[in-house]
């Protein structure tokens, strides 16, 4: 079967950095996603990595190795309105994507 | 600029009444999709639509219907609710199904439907 698995939750401090982790296993690759997600909100749109590599966006930055089947994404410079939920994402060979069950982050001041 | 619209944002139903959740998009998007989302698991598709006419099943598709009769608009039917669609519904539209270097396919999610079968 396919599977995505992230940390349940995750507790962080106001300027440090943290790093989410996602593993996968999927029938084909297509793409890794990250969103975000605030209590009661929508998913938004962070990061997307199809090549292994780093890919920077400001203070987010989003890691893959496929064969590994291995991303991380990594906050910067943490601020308080970066608790919310973390959800990765891996596009399968029939480009449906299938999703994790998201890490909740919380941030200490 | 609306993005994607969901109506309505809650509604409590009894087990055996029926709805229709409507979403909108006005970005001209092919691919549309609902989705549920529980707590401690990941979104799961319930069905999706490539173009207008069109639709087809998701992960989770028994006890819903779904129509696409004009392309900006995707609707979520429930004929008999059970307290087992309590959840939260998420609309969703995206420019491509594919994803590669240039175009990543991403989704745009509407704000949700919050919905709670009694």
């Known amino acids: 079967g396919q599977n995505i698995d992230q940390p349940t939750e995750m507790t962080a401090t106001e300027g440090a950095i943290v790093q989410i982790n996602c593993t996968y296993q999927?029938?084909?690759?297509?793409?890794l996603f990250w969103y975000q997600q605030h209590a009661g909100e929508a998913p938004t749109f962070l990061s997307y990595?199809?090549l292994d590599g780093l890919e920077e966006k400001g203070r987010f930055s989003s890691f893959l190795s496929r064969s590994k089947g291995y991303s991380y994404l990594l906050l910067k410079e943490l601020q308080m309105k970066d608790s919310a939920s973390y959800l990765c994402a891996v596009k399968d060979s029939n480009y449906q994507l299938i999703w994790g069950a998201g890490t909740k982050l919380i941030i200490k001041p | 600029n609306a993005g994607v619209t969901q109506t309505p944002k809650f509604r409590v139903l009894k087990t055996g009444q029926s709805m229709t959740l409507l979403c909108a998009q006005d970005m001209n998007h092919e691919y549309m999709y609902w989705y549920r989302q529980d707590p401690g698991m990941g979104l799961r598709l319930i069905h999706y639509?490539?173009?207008?006419?069109?639709?087809a099943k998701g992960e989770v598709p028994d006890g819903y219907n779904v129509s696409r009769l004009k392309k900006q608009n995707f609707l979520l039917g429930l004929e008999s609710a059970a307290p087992s669609q309590t959840s939260v519904y998420f609309c969703?539209?995206?420019?491509?199904?594919?994803?590669?270097?240039?175009?990543?396919?991403?989704?745009?999610f509407g704000e949700g439907s919050r919905l709670t079968v009694l």
């Open positions: 969703a539209s995206s420019y491509s199904i594919a994803s590669g270097q240039e175009n990543t396919g991403e989704l745009f």
């Open positions: 639509s490539v173009g207008e006419g069109t639709t």
């Open positions: 990595n199809v």
């Open positions: 999927t029938s084909g690759f297509n793409g």
